[in-house]
């Protein structure tokens, strides 16, 4: 069956370094857009980067733009994400998604805690 897994939660300090990981099975990872969303206390879940099927594009919602990196190994079919910099406001539950047409897979979800 369809799995994707995030792994790589924690607590840092504000300007601190955290990766993420999103282990993949069970669909042809290589031929969906995946993606990270997040969602904080009382907010909405809001998108935080995307990269194509093929790897080729990736994007950012604009408040992390130059501090988070994603990526994705096809041959591991597992995507990262990167986080430096590092603010308390990226504090969330970060969920893996992929998606293909009208095929939508999601994770458990993982939590981010960025507090001095």
């Known amino acids: 069956q369809v799995q994707l897994v995030e792994s790589g939660e924690g607590l840092v300090q504000p300007g601190g370094s955290l990766r993420l990981s999103c282990a993949a099975s069970?669909?042809?990872?290589?031929?969906?857009?995946m993606s990270w969303y997040r969602q904080a206390p009382g907010k909405e879940r809001e998108l935080v980067a995307t990269?194509?099927?093929?790897?080729?594009?990736?994007n950012y919602r604009d408040s992390v733009k130059g501090r988070f990196t994603i990526s994705a190994d096809n041959a591991k079919t597992t995507m990262y994400l990167q986080m430096n910099s590092l603010k308390p406001e990226d504090t969330a539950v970060y969920y893996c998604?992929?998606?293909?047409?009208?095929?939508?897979?999601w994770g458990q979800g993982t939590q981010v805690t960025v507090s001095s």
């Open positions: 998604n992929a998606w293909r047409s009208r095929t939508d897979y």
């Open positions: 069970g669909f042809t990872f290589s031929s969906y857009a």
């Open positions: 990269i194509s099927s093929g790897g080729g594009t990736t």
